[in-house]
């Protein structure tokens, strides 16, 4: 069914003591959408952002963004699949959008949420409660994967043959093989939120209810404690060719080197992009550049190249309210930051100078 469209309010930001106000914000597109963004992830050429309203829109540059009214209540969970996303809401449902507007539902689970969703070429999950339930494409029954508590967190593998459910006590690997797919437990007690894969498909990384992540290299299972944090890691991202996984939960991007066959174990991790005295709340990747962004309470976000010596480039000013969301265009060539008042800015990422600083 098509999706309703709903109109935003155009204002300038309000700047407050901290960063100054950038160019991007004077050539930046701003909207006051009132609803917390929740989520934003790059898609195709565009970036889709999520709303705590049940809306999704999509901005693509020189146009309008897309507003699509999608969820009933707040969108909790958004993810690329390709030139549409997938999305979970508290109102039970599992949708696949287009940039077009059109909603398609996967599924619904009536008054339980769906806490996260997950997505690779040829197949979809998602999460309600303690069971994953994955898609074929073009399919439309689930194959159903119970858990020992409430998923944190789904996660494909680059290839789709393995997908990674958090939960209380670790993560299960289900992998799949010509008749059903195979189930291997990673243990370490604890909650465990938000899981990704290395993109190597080495190593699996998870977020911690304390301040701290966990990882593990899946040959052997070996465990990986990376702790240290003042404050929960809420965000992560994969950054750069090495690769490094960026993190918040700290007054800067912990970014932690994935390279060789240890990863992070016995290492210490890389910090760039130091915001003084306040913590990153949201950190992304600058696709096919060795460079990370990191969005903090007071509304401000810096950009830094993979390298402590470097200084950050400012992309936006102090504004008073905390960044809920940050996505770069694949190209990369325009950023979506978005805060957890609804205040959006998008626009080009760099003049060329500032490119320049970053290469």
């Not at 109102?91 to 008054?111: C, K, M, N, Q, Y």
């Not at 680059?158 to 992998?175: D, P, V």
């Not at 490094?244 to 007054?251: E, K, N, P, V």
Request: hydrophobic residues 40%.
């Amino acid at each position: 069914m098509p999706g309703g469209v709903t109109a935003d309010v155009f204002s300038p930001p309000a700047l407050r003591d901290g960063f100054a106000q950038t160019s991007l914000a004077k050539r930046g597109l701003h909207l006051e959408t009132s609803a917390p963004v929740t989520a934003a992830v790059a898609v195709g050429t565009a970036v889709a952002a999520a709303f705590g309203d049940g809306t999704v829109r999509f901005f693509r540059p020189g146009v309008a963004p897309v507003v699509v009214q999608a969820h009933r209540g707040a969108v909790l969970c958004l993810e690329a699949d390709a030139d549409h996303v997938i999305t979970g809401g508290d109102d039970g449902r599992f949708l696949r959008v287009s940039p077009e507007g059109v909603v398609e539902e996967i599924a619904s689970f009536g008054t339980r949420w769906v806490d996260c969703v997950a997505c690779s070429p040829g197949w979809r999950a998602c999460s309600s409660g303690r069971k994953a339930y994955v898609w074929r494409s073009g399919e439309t029954s689930a194959t159903a994967f119970e858990h020992p508590s409430t998923v944190g967190g789904l996660a494909f593998d680059a290839n789709g043959r393995r997908l990674a459910a958090a939960h209380y006590g670790g993560a299960t690997l289900w992998e799949r093989g010509e008749r059903r797919w195979k189930r291997s437990k990673l243990v370490w007690k604890g909650s465990h939120g938000a899981v990704a894969f290395s993109p190597d498909g080495k190593f699996l990384v998870t977020t911690m209810q304390e301040n701290a992540l966990h990882g593990w290299r899946l040959r052997d299972k070996a465990d990986m404690r990376m702790s240290g944090y003042p404050a929960k890691v809420k965000s992560f991202s994969w950054a750069g060719d090495a690769p490094f996984l960026a993190t918040s939960g700290a007054r800067e991007a912990i970014c932690w080197p994935f390279d060789g066959k240890g990863g992070p174990m016995g290492r210490t991790p890389l910090c760039v992009a130091y915001g003084g005295e306040q913590l990153a709340t949201v950190v992304c990747g600058v696709p096919g550049e060795p460079g990370v962004l990191a969005g903090f309470q007071d509304g401000s976000v810096l950009m830094s190249e993979l390298d402590h010596a470097t200084e950050p480039i400012v992309l936006r000013g102090s504004t008073g309210v905390e960044v809920s969301a940050i996505a770069v265009t694949a190209s990369p060539s325009h950023v979506l930051i978005g805060d957890v008042n609804g205040s959006v800015l998008w626009g080009p990422l760099l003049t060329e100078n500032e490119h320049a600083r970053l290469v």
